[in-house]
C-alpha cells in the first residue's frame, strides 16, 4: 500500500500544496500526476489472489475460533482501508476542484459558474459506502434488501416440499447473493438440512458451520452448532464432535439445542 501511503500524504501535508504563482503548464502537470496516483490507488484495492487460511491439523472447535478470529480481522482491516480511502478520495476531489478552478481563471473566456461541482474521485461512486450514515431504527428486525425474503421464502418451499436439491441449490444461491444479510445465517442452515437429507454430509457439515460462524450469536447458532457435532459423528470423526456437542452447553446453556447435544454427547465414546 505504499502508493496509498504517498498520495495521502501528497494531497494532505500543507507543504505539499501547489505554489500560487504556477503557471496554467504547471497546473495541469499537477493534475495529469495526481490523476495518475489515483488510479494507482484504484488498483491497490484489487485482488492479485485467493489466499487461503491455513486450518490443516487443527481439531472442529479450533478451526471454529480461528475463522471467527480471522473474520473479526479482516472485518476491522477493510473499515480501515475503507476509511482511509474515502478521506483520500474526498481531499483529492477537492484539490481536482481547486485545479480546475485555478485553471478556468487563467483561461480567456471559461466562465466560474458554470464549472459546477466537481466529480469524486472515481465516479458518482467513489466514496466507498462505510461512511454512509446509519438507518432509521427498524423495530421489526434487521432491514432486509430487495427480494432477499422472497428469495428466502422460495427456497424454505422448496425444503418443505421435499425437494431437497432444489431447496439446496436455492439456499446456496441466496447465501451468495445475500453474503452478510440477516437471513443468511438461517440460509446456510437450512442448506445444511437439505444436504443431510440427500446424502451429502460432508457438505452438510460444511454449511452448518458456515451458519455458526457466520452468525455465532444468531437464532440458529445452537442449533447449527448441535448439527454440526452430530454431523462429525456420522462422518466418524468423533473426536471432533464431542468437542463441538460439549461446547454448545457453553455457548447456549438455555437453549433446547444444549440439552438435546448433551443426551447426544452421552451416547458417544468422548474422553
Known amino acids: 500500500m505504499w502508493r496509498a501511503a504517498l498520495l495521502s500524504a501528497t494531497l494532505i ?37 485467493s489466499p487461503e487460511l491455513n486450518l490443516a491439523g487443527t481439531g472442529a472447535l479450533a478451526r471454529i475460533d480461528a475463522m471467527e478470529a480471522e473474520l473479526r480481522r479482516l472485518t476491522g482491516d477493510t473499515e480501515e482501508v475503507t476509511n482511509r480511502v474515502n478521506r483520500i478520495v474526498a481531499d483529492g476531489t477537492n484539490r481536482i476542484g481547486d485545479l480546475q478552478f485555478r485553471v478556468c481563471e487563467l483561461e480567456p ?38 427480494g432477499e425474503q422472497a428469495g428466502f421464502d422460495r427456497a424454505k418451499e422448496a425444503l418443505d416440499s421435499g425437494s431437497f436439491r432444489s431447496a439446496a441449490d436455492l439456499f446456496a444461491a441466496f447465501a451468495e447473493t445475500y453474503t452478510a444479510g440477516p437471513l443468511t445465517g438461517r440460509a446456510h442452515f437450512y442448506r445444511g438440512e437439505a444436504l443431510a437429507q440427500l446424502g451429502e454430509n460432508e457438505s452438510a457439515a460444511r454449511a452448518y458451520l458456515e451458519s455458526f460462524s457466520g452468525s455465532p450469536e444468531g437464532d440458529m447458532a445452537p442449533r447449527a452448532l448441535l448439527k454440526l457435532g452430530l454431523m462429525l459423528n456420522t462422518l466418524g470423526q468423533t ?25 447426544a454427547r452421552a451416547g458417544l465414546t468422548c474422553q
Not at 471432533?240 to 447435544?261: G, K, N, Y
Request: net charge negative; charged share 20%.
Open 239 to 263: 473426536a471432533d464432535a464431542c468437542a463441538i456437542l460439549d461446547e454448545v452447553p457453553v455457548r447456549f446453556p438455555q437453549s433446547d439445542a444444549s440439552l438435546e447435544a448433551q443426551t
Open 13 to 49: 501535508l500543507p507543504g505539499a500544496a501547489w505554489a500560487q504563482d504556477s503557471t496554467l503548464a504547471d497546473i495541469r502537470q499537477e493534475l495529469a500526476v495526481l490523476l495518475t496516483e489515483v488510479q494507482a490507488l484504484k488498483r491497490e484495492l484489487s485482488t492479485t489472489g
Open 109 to 146: 473566456g471559461c466562465d466560474i459558474g458554470a464549472l459546477g461541482e466537481t466529480t469524486p474521485i472515481g465516479g458518482e461512486a467513489g466514496l466507498a459506502p462505510a461512511a454512509a450514515p446509519a438507518p432509521p431504527a427498524n423495530t421489526g428486525g434487521p432491514e432486509l434488501a430487495i
